[in-house]
Nanobody, 122 residues
Framework: VQLQAFGGGSVQAGGSLRLSCVGSGRTVSDYTIGWFRQAPGKEREFVAHIKWGGNKTSYGDSVVGRFTVSRDNAKNTVYLQMVRLRPEDTATYYC????????????????WGQGTQVTVSS
């Protein structure tokens, strides 16, 4: 599967954005699709994923209760809805795919999209 991430932008703290991860070549519902982010000078961080075969999700501790990952099978797209954004959410956001079910490790993911920049100002 090939993935492309869209939807980044600049918002003020407390604002919202929705990122899209569009799949091509294969069906995204056949994969666990993960969202990761990387801020300048920091390691890439797990944000969320939605598992293949259903709608079970997992979230990083820093985004629980603020971010929601979902999938639209008809559009072959996975979304990351982000609300109550904080300056520390500023990063480049990536989506990626794995056939594994129980993993949040970036080493297990492939088919990385090109990333989309999210900037949150205070």
């Amino acid at each position: 599967v090939q993935l492309q991430a869209f939807g980044g932008g600049s918002v003020q703290a407390g604002g919202s954005l929705r990122l899209s991860c569009v799949g091509s070549g294969r069906t995204v519902s056949d994969y666990t699709i993960g969202w990761f982010r990387q801020a300048p000078g920091k390691e890439r961080e797990f944000v969320a994923h939605i598992k293949w075969g259903g709608n079970k999700t997992s979230y990083g501790d820093s985004v629980v209760g603020r971010f929601t990952v979902s999938r639209d099978n008809a559009k072959n797209t996975v979304y990351l809805q982000m609300v109550r954004l904080r300056p520390e959410d500023t990063a480049t956001y990536y989506c990626a795919a794995t056939t594994r079910y129980y993993t949040n490790s970036e080493q297990d993911f492939g088919s990385w999209g090109q990333g989309t920049q999210v900037t949150v100002s205070s």
